[in-house]
């Protein structure tokens, strides 16, 4: 497989090192959006840039014929003008906002959780909990906003806020609140709990290495080829 590489920091770099491993090529490292004169005979481009240029760098690609991975988080307000214009394209495009196979595990876990105390939301209080390394930018983490909009798209809660949000905890009952730190040499840690008077239960995922990421997104890459449509991970992993 003939890769590119959009976005070559740390993530960017651990991307080439282990899809070299697995015996792909890598035509392109960059920084910037590229040009179309650069993404002529690839496979497939592998998007870990920032949240400013993301969605440029997927449109890019979609319009020049190359399927597209994207693990950038922070730009998902104009997600569903990429989904519609991949579609218009007959492009292939595959988003998720973490790779690694035991969060997406983890979300279909609590997306199933929450819809069976959906008729118990009144009794139990939800929290979500997410640390990460000083480095991330985005704050919360994009998974900890996909947790949440799977809670509130079941009916748990009505909408979520940052516990630094003090104005907006009116109607407390009826928040869904996300505690976001920010804490050096901690590579990922979420965590969800659901708690009554009486119970609780806890959801619990942390990443030890930031190999797990880049595996996840050259897996999802292998899987993308010869496809047409707008995926996301639980796509490639069936769930």
């Known amino acids: 497989?003939?890769?590119?590489?959009?976005?070559?920091?740390?993530?960017g770099k651990t991307i080439e090192r282990l899809a070299k491993n697995r015996g792909h090529k890598i035509s392109l490292c960059y920084?910037?959006?590229?040009?179309?004169?650069?993404?002529k005979?690839?496979?497939v481009a592998i998007e870990f840039s920032q949240p400013s240029c993301a969605f440029n760098n997927v449109k890019i690609c979609i319009e020049n014929k190359i399927p597209v991975v994207c693990g950038t988080t922070g730009w998902l307000d104009k997600i569903n003008i990429i989904r519609n214009?991949?579609?218009?394209?007959?492009?292939?495009?595959?988003y998720s906002s973490n790779f690694s196979i035991g969060v997406n595990i983890f979300l279909a876990i609590n997306n199933k959780l929450s819809k069976l105390l959906?008729?118990?939301?009144?009794?139990?209080?939800?929290?979500i909990k997410e640390i990460h390394h000083k480095d991330k930018l985005d704050k919360p983490s994009g998974t900890a906003v996909s947790l949440a909009k799977e809670i509130i798209n079941n009916n748990v809660k009505k909408k979520w806020i940052l516990n630094e949000n003090k104005s907006d905890k009116k109607n407390k009952e009826n928040l869904l609140i996300i505690h976001s730190k920010r804490i050096n040499n901690v590579i990922g840690k979420h965590s969800v709990t659901y708690k009554s008077n009486m119970?609780?239960?806890?959801?619990?995922?942390?990443a030890y290495d930031r190999d797990i990421f880049a595996i996840g997104s050259i897996i999802a890459a292998e899987w993308i080829l010869n496809k047409k449509g707008f995926y996301s991970m639980q796509d490639v992993l069936d769930i």
């Open 1 to 11: 497989m003939n890769i590119a590489i959009i976005g070559y920091g740390k993530m």
């Open 199 to 206: 119970e609780k239960i806890l959801l619990q995922h942390e």
């Open 85 to 94: 214009f991949c579609i218009e394209k007959n492009g292939s495009f595959l």
């Open 31 to 39: 920084d910037k959006t590229p040009h179309p004169y650069l993404l």
């Open 118 to 127: 959906s008729p118990y939301s009144k009794e139990y209080h939800v929290d």
């Open 41 to 43: 005979n690839l496979d």
